[in-house]
């Protein structure tokens, strides 16, 4: 069936710098979201991106689809403590299927 | 602004008990899902529901089943809690359009002892 990995499952950043993490599908994708849970709380939706090669921006935050739409990645720049959680990329395939990611827990040094 | 709420936050249950997880919507959503959140496993789907009265599995069923009765309510049934289903339960709900996000509500952490 479809797996979706991500990596690093852990990401250690100091705050003020960037970082990427990726999501790598085994099967082509109808789209891709990308969804943060803080801390204690609920995963919360941020994006969803369709077309081949998309990037999308929000504030300090960038998402790309691949070429191929099997991979996809989150920048964030000038990491802050705000950014803080887990991050979850989530394909979508046929018949409106949706596949979570492990998740990126990301960690910020103050 | 979609609500999804959950019964309850915290649930301490017997081995062998049957245990409900209710779930409920605002936003008159067709779709309602259950899923399990364990560290380093990531979010595994249990059930989903498309429609009142409609259940299909999804990746990990066993030991789980659904009723779906009215359209705003999804509830997770333990037929008989094993210490082995200790784990945080979220719900979450979409619109009927295709690829439309979820919204999850705040999720009941379930100890079985």
């Known amino acids: 069936g479809q797996q979706v990995m991500q990596i690093p499952q852990y990401q250690h950043v100091q705050e003020g710098e960037d970082f990427t993490t990726y999501c790598n599908s085994s099967?082509?994708?109808?789209?891709i979201q990308w969804y943060k849970q803080r801390p204690g709380g609920h995963p919360v939706f941020l994006i969803q991106?369709?077309?081949?090669?998309e990037v999308k921006k929000q504030k300090r935050l960038t998402f790309q689809f691949g070429e191929a739409k099997k991979n996809s990645s989150l920048h964030i720049t000038a990491t802050q403590t705000t950014d803080v959680g887990t991050y979850f990329c989530?394909?979508?395939?046929?018949?409106?299927?949706?596949?979570f990611g492990g998740g990126t827990r990301v960690l910020v040094k103050p | 602004d979609v609500k999804v709420t959950q019964s309850s936050r915290y649930l301490v249950k017997r081995t062998g008990e049957k245990v409900f997880l209710e779930c409920v919507q605002d936003?008159?959503?067709?779709?309602m899902f259950w899923y399990r959140q364990d560290p380093g496993l990531g979010l595994r789907l249990i059930y989903f529901?498309?429609?009142?009265?409609?259940?299909e599995k999804g990746d990990i069923p066993e030991g789980y089943s659904v009723s779906r009765e009215k359209k705003e309510r999804f509830s997770l049934i333990l037929e008989s809690a094993s210490t082995n289903q200790t784990s945080m339960y979220l719900c979450?709900?979409?619109?009927?359009?295709?690829?439309?996000?979820?919204?999850f509500g705040n999720g009941t952490r379930l100890t079985v002892t």
């Open positions: 989530v394909g979508g395939a046929a018949g409106n299927k949706l596949t």
């Open positions: 099967t082509t994708l109808s789209n």
């Open positions: 991106l369709v077309k081949s090669g």
């Open positions: 936003m008159d959503h067709e779709n």
């Open positions: 979450a709900s979409s619109s009927d359009r295709v690829w439309s996000p979820l919204h």
């Open positions: 529901s498309y429609d009142v009265k409609m259940k």
